[in-house]
């Protein structure tokens, strides 16, 4: 579990009243999180993060007015202020909801700011680990999951296919700004890892993975963990 000094303030996001029925029942039943709103379309959300103030969204993709994706931008495009509220600044912390995990809206998102994305059907358990750890700066993929959707951002479709060369060559020359051991760092976000997994692989402390994930953020002027993971991928593209 992850550790949380107070309890997790929770927004929800979806076009279907049962599943944000269904969602509030279940984080409610954790003492860790705490349910503070709701929203019905993505045209709703800046109103409700101004008004309630929620570390975390969980943002349905499709809905019939404003969809997820372009929600999520509009809160990570620095019309938010303060850790969680409107004006410039950071924002709460964005998961996405999909049905699918191949559904390209996903990678969409993620490059929208999205901290990550969670299927519908996840097991419960799993769904609240991961607003904790989204709230706690954490990664929301497993490394199978990664591995697919950065295999589908390298360019499944002819669009993303041409246009992977100069991705690529954009996405070094930005990482050449890192040290090495940001670096280092960089690929293991790539791969999903928490912040433990990668103290145990590269020999560090928590503390100090957490100092290079912040610089490397800061140097490559990254919202979050999930677009440093695609930069680094980008940068690895094939050079077919």
Same mark, same amino acid.
């Given at each position: 579990? $992850? &550790?949380?000094?107070?309890?997790v *303030?929770v927004?929800?996001v979806?076009?279907?009243?049962l599943?944000?029925a269904?969602l509030r029942?279940?984080?409610? @039943? !954790?003492?860790?999180i ?8 993505g045209? =709703?959300v800046?109103?409700? #993060? ?7 969204v969980?943002m349905d993709? *499709?809905?019939? @007015?404003?969809?997820g ?6 809160? *990570?495009s620095?019309?938010?202020?303060g ?6 600044g950071t924002?709460?912390?964005?998961? #996405? ?6 559904d390209a809206?996903?990678v969409r998102?993620? *490059?929208?700011?999205?901290? @990550? ?7 419960? &358990?799993?769904?609240v680990?991961a607003v904790?750890?989204a709230?706690? =700066?954490?990664?929301v993929?497993?490394?199978? $999951?990664?591995r697919?959707?950065? !295999?589908?951002v ?6 993303e296919? +041409?246009a992977?060369?100069?991705? %690529?060559? %954009?996405?070094? &020359? ?5 040290? !090495?051991?940001?670096?280092?760092? &960089?690929?293991a976000v790539t791969? =999903? ?12 402390s928590?503390g ?6 912040s +610089?490397a ?6 919202s ?12 690895h593209?094939?050079?077919?």
């Amino acid at each position: 579990m $992850v &550790a949380v000094n107070a309890p997790v *303030r929770v927004l929800l996001v979806d076009d279907d009243a049962l599943v944000r029925a269904g969602l509030r029942l279940m984080l409610s @039943g !954790d003492d860790h999180i705490e349910v503070v709103g709701e929203a019905d379309d993505g045209a =709703g959300v800046l109103a409700a #993060v101004a008004e309630h103030r929620p570390d975390v969204v969980l943002m349905d993709v *499709r809905m019939p @007015g404003v969809d997820g994706i372009a929600a999520t931008e509009e809160l *990570r495009s620095g019309a938010v202020s303060g850790p969680n509220g409107p004006g410039g600044g950071t924002g709460p912390q964005v998961l #996405v909801l999909t049905t699918f995990d191949a559904d390209a809206t996903v990678v969409r998102a993620l *490059r929208a700011g999205a901290a @990550g994305y969670l299927l519908k059907h996840t097991d419960p &358990a799993r769904i609240v680990e991961a607003v904790l750890r989204a709230a706690s =700066g954490e990664p929301v993929l497993s490394p199978s $999951v990664a591995r697919a959707l950065m !295999d589908q951002v390298a360019g499944a479709d002819p669009v993303e296919r +041409s246009a992977a060369p100069t991705r %690529r060559e %954009r996405a070094r &020359a930005r990482l050449a700004l890192l040290s !090495d051991r940001e670096r280092d760092v &960089a690929e293991a976000v790539t791969e =999903g890892l928490s912040n433990a997994e990668i103290a145990d692989r590269l020999y560090m402390s928590m503390g100090t993975v957490k100092a290079h994930v912040s +610089s490397a953020l800061t140097k490559l002027d990254l919202s979050g963990r999930i677009q440093l993971a695609l930069l680094t991928h980008d940068a690895h593209g094939s050079e077919d």
